[in-house]
């Protein structure tokens, strides 16, 4: 179908009040952001309702990119046609004979903006009802969840006609909640933990620790890979590379094994929290989930996190591993997370971690690291690069820090 305008409802965020305003008009940006390629389309963002114009450009490649931004709902593609009855019916055959298959259920819904239209919505309704059966004679009328609800409605500047409703992403615009960062790992959890804090308007930076030689060039390029699939629902996101080489040796050194796991935490959280101070983030978020691995226990999370005092956002905290994985199935980053190449965790991980770590024990194996020093270090070699979208297009941002 030629498109001619989409039309998007919002999300959750009518509920929103007085903060309606900044809401509507981060989803704008967002939105346009999405659609960048396609610079002719035009937003039109009021109360109720955002509306898009084509232009002229593609709505069936417009629709894939529409269905990854939150704080839609849904959106309904439409066709304009000029205000006049042959027009309109016969656009309505047209969509009519596209769609219809045995056996499916039509209704007509009719809006009338523009009252000096010759018939009201009533007399639309039975004229373009009639219009259907004369090219479809054994479809049925259902007024109560039809199959196919032809919508028309009747505006100053023309007939807007649509036929689907397509659901949106859901959630809240991206960057209305503030900026978190994400520990991205290269597994299946921490991906699903960003899209997730995504949905809910927070806008992600990734942080993930490599320790080349240890871990490998795969790795890194799998943590990148699963950040590009997340960044469609963000615009982009920005990745920041972790030296923790010399961490996790000092660390393999010095700490017992039973210890390895939760220092080696502790040290990674402390970063995260440096570098969540350097880009003027205000939460960590994180891929752990209570009782999946010896190392997510409560006891656990008690020791590890003591380090800061800056909320730990865990939206996968209480679901089970299967809740987890259709999660990632449906954005697409389950086949990438399951490919075999280690991480700088599991490489290290001692077969036996202590479940019930105590943090005094952690704090006492601890002392024996120059924490400062490693941290310096480790902050000194981080790497920025933005990450766009899912065919991973990355500049070097060193500088950005
Ligand atoms: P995931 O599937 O996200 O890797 P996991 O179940 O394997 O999680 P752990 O390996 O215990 O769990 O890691 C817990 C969390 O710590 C991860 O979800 C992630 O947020 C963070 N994390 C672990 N390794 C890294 C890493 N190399 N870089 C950044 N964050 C990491
Ligand atoms: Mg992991």
């Not at 009802?129 to 028309?152: K, S, T, Y």
């Not at 036929?163 to 290269?186: D, F, H, N, Q, W």
């Not at 699903?192 to 930076?205: D, H, S």
Request: proline residues 5%; glycine residues 6%.
């Amino acid at each position: 179908m030629n498109y001619t305008e989409i039309m998007v409802r919002y999300g959750e965020l009518s509920t929103k009040g007085k903060n309606r305003r900044s809401f509507i008009t981060q989803l704008a940006q967002n939105v346009k952001r999405a659609l960048q390629d396609y610079p002719a389309v035009k937003i039109h963002a009021d109360r109720d309702r955002m509306h898009l114009l084509l232009n002229g450009e593609n709505g069936e490649e417009i629709i894939p990119k529409l269905e990854k931004v939150f704080g839609i709902q849904n959106f309904s593609p439409s066709i304009r046609v000029d205000k006049n009855m042959p027009a309109i019916r016969s656009m309505v055959q047209q969509i009519i004979k596209t769609v219809y298959q045995s056996g499916k259920t039509f209704k007509i819904t009719t809006k009338r903006s523009d009252h000096s239209f010759e018939l009201d919505s009533n007399e639309l309704n039975q004229e373009l009802g009639g219009a259907v059966f004369e090219v479809c004679p054994e479809i049925n009328v259902q007024m109560r969840n039809p199959d196919i609800n032809i919508r028309v409605e009747i505006r100053n500047e023309g007939a807007y006609l649509s036929y689907e409703t397509i659901r949106g992403a859901g959630g809240l615009p991206v960057g209305t909640g503030g900026r978190g960062m994400l520990m991205l790992s290269g597994g299946i959890d921490s991906p699903v933990a960003g899209y997730l804090a995504m949905k809910r308007g927070v806008e992600i930076e990734a942080v993930h620790f490599a320790s080349p030689p240890y871990t490998s060039e795969q790795a890194l390029q799998k943590a990148k890979d699963l950040a590009a699939k997340i960044a469609p629902y963000a615009g982009s996101i920005q990745f920041i590379e972790v030296p923790f080489t010399e961490i996790q040796e000092e660390i393999k050194r010095v700490v017992p094994e039973g210890y390895l796991m939760t220092v080696t935490r502790r040290m990674m959280l402390r970063l995260t929290d440096e570098i969540r101070a350097l880009r003027k983030g205000l939460v960590i978020i994180n891929g752990e989930s209570l009782g999946q691995v010896a190392s997510q226990t409560l006891q656990s999370m008690v020791a590890i996190n003591e380090v800061t005092s800056t909320p730990i956002i865990r939206p996968v905290v209480s679901m089970d591993k299967g809740e987890i994985i259709e999660i990632a199935e449906k954005i697409d980053t389950f086949e990438l997370a399951i490919q075999p190449f280690e991480d700088c965790c599991t490489i290290f991980a001692p077969p036996q971690p202590k479940t019930r770590p105590k943090l005094e024990k952690a704090q006492a194996y601890e002392a024996r690291l120059d924490v400062e020093g490693l941290i310096a270090r480790s902050m000194a070699g981080l790497k920025v690069s933005e990450i766009a979208d899912s065919t991973v297009q990355e500049e070097e941002f060193s500088d950005l820090l």
